[in-house]
Each structure stands twice: as structure tokens, then as C-alpha cells.
């Protein structure tokens, strides 16, 4: 058996992301850059106002001062001339800064006479005024390639002039579900079935990844079926089984793959959930094989799947998002493998984050699973802990699990 960080790294360390494509900007959100962004433009293109008032010469801006109004700036409509002594136009937040102007009269520093203000405030030079380029110029690199767009980056881009961005394509994940024993939900359950979850939760865990889940159907257990819906998979950037992939004599998956071109980088992982993991290639598609055990399949997603998509979507390999939190109970020692435990948290009255264990960790049960908001992860061999002690947890809810 592996540690847990060793199998994480062996699984990215071999994936690349996927090609680039064009999307339109209303559809950038959540994507990745396949390519640095460049301004297309300059922003703001000139001088503007940055506030409503009067553009004037600071040198006729004194206290008291009385200026002729000659016209007016609103944002998108330009005075056509230009300033001269003792003279001002009304202008507005974004309009262009008239020639001959070098500062800005507040309008709550005016009064306004007809065709006359006078000036209650001092202007002073350049205030109240953007310059040309001031956000960025036309050439500028924006934002870089591998970045996950935010809805600021969508609004950068818009600014910027770009109507189209280059982005990595959504993985494709193939989800292939193995035993004679399972039926979808809502299917007559045969004696001795068990209606199959991990295939929707798997799918729901891939779409909240920002992959695009593909579901094979179940394969029963026998090599030629598993080989053959393994086979509907080569077009994927990654296949995941489920089940399959223990020591039984109908735990099919690797004998069934073999022939087929399977490779095995390792199998078994030092871990609880989750210990029968596959991980190797099938032809040119890099597979994981996850437990049959709902909860085993689930807490392997959010450790292994997901760095695995944000790979090959485009993203650098990044540790897990880990954050301390205090035990709310006390846990007894560890056994030699690393251990995630399914737990609630609350925030007590200070703000701390606490967590506390679910009593029952069997790997079956989905509804205890469901109920938690967190993995508490225990290393190797960890000797007990009070209620008090700090320890690091998963935030389910940062994964869409």
C-alpha cells in the first residue's frame, strides 16, 4: 500500500490538460485560460471626469472665482471645442476632460447662476480626474493562462474588448459502474440487489468539478461485459470505474482490462476510506478505479478525481484546501492507515471552525455522509486527541459533494 499523497501525486504527475477552444465571454465563468489575455484596447481611452461637476484651468479654480459656462460633457457625448480663461463646461462621471481643462470643480463645491458658476471649494490640478490608461493600455497582459475565470476576470475581459476567450476544453470523464448486483434507481431490485448510486454521484461530484461526466451503462460482472463498456470509453480524457477493484473472485476489473491494453501503475492505497484504488492507463486513457463502497468512492472523488480533473482542465497541481478546526469530541488512536473521517462543523461564538465526527464511519452508509459537512483527516498511526485539539478538515461544500 501507498501513502495518500504519494497516489495523488503519481495520478497528476501524468495528466496533461486538454486542448484549447473558443467560448463566448458569457460562457468564460469557471473556465481556464488556455492562453495569456491582452488588452485590446486602452482604458479609460483619454482623460475623463471621475466625479460630476465642472471642467476648468485650476488656474481660474481660486475661491470665489466666477466662471462662464460654455458647455457640457455627459459621459459618451464629447464637447466639441475647447476651455479658455475664465471659462468651465458641466461635465459628468466618464466624460472626456475638454482641451484646455486640467481640473475638476466638484458640483457640491458650485453654485450654479444661468450660465455662471462660482467656485465655493479651490480646485486643485489633476483631481477628479482619470487619466488616459489609467486602468490598463492597449498590449497589457490581463490575466494569465491556467487561470479559473471569476466573474471579475469576465467583467476584465468585457472591458478589455474580448468577445471570445481561449479556454481549455471541459474534460470528458467516463464513469463506468461494475457488479451483478446493481440496478438503477427505480429498476425492479432482483434478490440480492442493491440500487447503484455511485454512477449519479460521481457524475454530479464530475459536473461540480467542471468536467463533463459520461455514464456508461452498468457492466455486470464478467470480464467480456467490463472490457466491452470499458471499450465505449476511449474517446474520454479519463475513465472511472467503481467497484471491481478488491481481491474477490468478482473483483473483475484489472484481469478484464488487461487484454485490452491495461496498464497498472498501482493498486491499494494506505488509507481509510478507500484502500482498493486503481490507478494505471487503458490504451492512451489514463483510468481510475474507485471502490464499489458508495461512501469509498465518494471520499477517493474528492481526494483523487478532482485534483485529476483540475488537471487536466487547465490548472497547476495545488495541494488540497485543508483548514484547521478544533475537535468537538475526543478521538481515539489511529491505525497505520490515514484516515478520513465524515464529520459536522459549526462555527462556535468566537468564529472558530469545529468539527465533530459522526459516532458510526462505516463505509456503506451514505446518509451519515450526506448529514456531514467536512472529511477529518487523521495520519497514520495518530495517537488519541481530546475534545480541544486542533486538527485539519476538508469542507465538503468546496468540492460540490
Excluded at 462555527?347 to 465533530?356: C, P, Y
Aim: hydrophobic share 50%.
Amino acid at each position: 500500500m501507498i501513502p495518500v499523497e504519494e497516489a495523488r501525486a503519481r495520478i497528476l504527475e501524468v495528466l496533461s490538460p486538454t486542448g484549447a477552444e473558443t467560448v463566448p465571454l458569457a460562457e468564460a465563468w469557471g473556465r481556464i485560460l488556455a492562453a495569456p489575455l491582452a488588452a485590446r484596447l486602452t482604458q479609460p481611452p483619454a482623460d475623463v471626469s471621475a466625479m460630476d461637476g465642472y471642467a476648468l484651468r485650476a488656474a481660474d479654480g481660486g475661491l470665489g472665482a466666477v466662471l462662464r459656462v460654455i458647455g457640457s460633457a455627459p459621459a459618451g457625448h464629447p464637447f466639441a471645442g475647447s476651455i479658455g480663461s475664465g471659462e468651465a463646461i458641466r461635465i459628468f462621471t466618464g466624460g472626456l476632460l475638454p482641451d484646455g481643462a486640467d481640473a475638476i470643480l466638484l458640483q457640491e463645491d458650485a453654485t450654479a447662476d444661468s450660465d455662471k458658476v462660482t467656485v465655493n471649494e479651490a480646485v486643485q490640478p489633476a483631481r477628479w480626474i482619470r487619466r488616459r490608461g489609467l486602468d490598463f493600455t492597449a498590449g497589457d497582459t490581463l490575466l494569465q493562462a491556467g487561470r479559473k475565470l471569476t466573474a471579475r476576470d469576465v467583467g476584465l475581459a468585457a472591458a478589455s474588448n474580448h468577445p471570445w476567450l481561449s479556454v481549455h476544453r471541459r474534460p470528458r470523464i467516463a464513469i463506468l459502474a461494475t457488479g451483478d448486483e446493481i440496478v438503477l434507481p427505480g429498476e425492479p431490485l432482483p434478490p440480492g440487489g442493491i440500487v447503484s448510486s455511485n454512477a449519479h454521484a460521481l457524475s454530479a461530484l464530475v459536473r461540480a468539478a467542471g468536467a463533463e461526466p459520461m455514464v456508461l451503462p452498468i457492466a455486470g460482472d464478467s470480464e467480456n461485459a467490463i472490457a466491452q463498456a470499458a471499450a465505449a470509453a476511449r474517446g474520454a480524457d479519463l475513465l472511472v470505474t467503481t467497484g471491481g477493484a478488491s481481491v474477490g473472485e468478482h473483483d473483475l476489473v484489472q484481469q478484464a482490462l488487461g487484454p485490452q491494453g491495461f496498464s497498472l501503475d498501482f493498486w491499494k492505497i494506505a488509507m481509510r476510506p478507500g484502500k482498493p484504488l486503481i490507478w494505471g492507463r487503458l490504451g492512451q486513457t489514463p483510468l481510475l478505479g474507485l471502490p464499489g463502497n458508495p461512501v469509498s468512492a465518494l471520499v477517493c472523488g474528492v481526494l483523487f478525481l478532482c485534483p485529476a480533473i483540475a488537471r487536466l482542465a487547465g490548472l497547476p497541481a495545488a495541494p488540497l484546501p485543508f483548514q484547521p478546526a478544533v475537535l468537538g469530541a475526543a478521538l481515539t488512536a489511529n491505525d497505520k492507515r490515514e484516515d478520513y473521517l465524515r464529520a459536522g462543523v459549526h462555527r462556535d461564538a468566537g468564529g472558530t471552525l469545529v468539527v465533530t465526527p459522526a459516532p458510526r464511519q462505516d463505509s456503506s452508509m451514505l446518509r451519515i455522509l450526506a448529514g456531514s459537512d467536512a472529511l477529518l483527516k487523521r495520519a497514520p498511526l495518530a495517537a488519541a486527541l481530546p475534545a480541544g485539539a486542533v486538527v485539519e478538515v476538508l469542507l465538503l461544500s468546496d468540492f460540490g459533494v
